[in-house]
């Protein structure tokens, strides 16, 4: 018995949503009212065949899109969010829709490629010392050493997180993380500072290893990340051998000697060392007045020697599926009922132009490379 094919309106409602457009802004492309757009998305009224192509053109994607149940949406409650209540409700609907979509990519690359398992370990960690343990112990499993870290954002893909980047225009979202079967982490491309942009992908490491089952947002979870955080890029036993004495002055040659080494801020150095004792509060509060006052507030003095870092995994997992099942993006973007301009809005590059730019050349495949 063949299974009869209906419009799910759940589907039209994240698609409206991961393109940024409220009710209002969708029926008013489409010359109809918000009512009607609301009674296609709760399935009291059916679609018709031109208003599907309608609803295709205008969502970037396909009308098989919307004949598909929608399964495992993503929840808020499973979002760790930076602060929840400041953030428009509009904002944090498309980030969640952003997720519940990337999954759908995702889910159909793991059924077809062997991706990096889960590896993020759940410790439970409420004190200082426990939290400072819980970063150690993430390094040990993780192989990491106890030197900098090349690449935080292929840390988290090897241990089996997705990082996509979210283009944005809006600064309530730096990042996020979703905890997920496969995590998932979002990071907002409008920051300017490659060593926040890795300290931001730390607290997204921090939600996902300390807070698995917890309600996050507020001051005492958010601290608790930044210290995992700062736990985690730079450890306790090498940062005090490496931090020279200070007895008064700051040594701003020796924080910057450090922020490069390190690949961090020099303002995540100075929070570094007064939290392990190596300089006094006088000192600290001095160092960030300094920071502010020069113009550093956002960006400092030798980001450019630290590299911006992209996400790799989900890029290379579609080139190799393209490659190993002689399929094209065209091919693929059918099979996800997706339009390619968003599916590269998911992953967060113009992969499909790459990928047609070397179709002749060999592509990569999916490995742990070393971090």
Known sequence: MMREVIFQGAKLRVARLINGWTKADLAENLQVSRQFIHALEIDEKPASQDMVAALSLLLRVQPSFFFEPLSNEV??????????????????????????VLEILVRFLDQKLELPVNSFPSIEAHSTEEIEQAAEDCRKQWGLGAGPIANMCRVLENAGAIVTLFSGSRHEVDALSMARARPLVIRNTLKQSPGRQRFDLAHECAHLVIHQGISTGDELTENQANRFASAFLMPKNTFDREFPAMPS?????????????????????????????????????????????????????????????????????????????????????????????????????????EISKNMAMALPTISQESQ
Not at 75 to 88: A, L, V
Not at 302 to 308: Q, T
């Open 75 to 100: 929840r808020e409650d499973e979002c760790h969010f930076r602060s929840r209540k400041s953030m428009p409700d509009k904002v944090a609907d498309q980030v969640i829709s952003i997720g519940t």
């Open 249 to 353: 002055r700051l040594d701003w040659q020796a924080i910057y000697s450090l922020k490069v080494r390190w690949r961090v801020s020099a303002k995540a150095i100075l929070r570094r060392a007064y939290d392990l004792d190596l300089i006094d509060a006088i000192q600290y509060q001095a160092g960030n007045r300094f920071l502010n006052q020069s113009g550093q507030a956002k960006t400092e003095r030798f980001d450019e020697k630290i590299s911006f870092e992209e996400p790799e995994l989900l890029k290379t997992a579609i080139a190799t599926y393209i490659q190993a099942f002689s399929s094209t993006p065209a091919d693929l973007s059918s099979q996800l009922g997706m339009s390619p301009a968003l599916i590269e809005q998911l992953v967060g590059k113009t992969i499909f132009r």
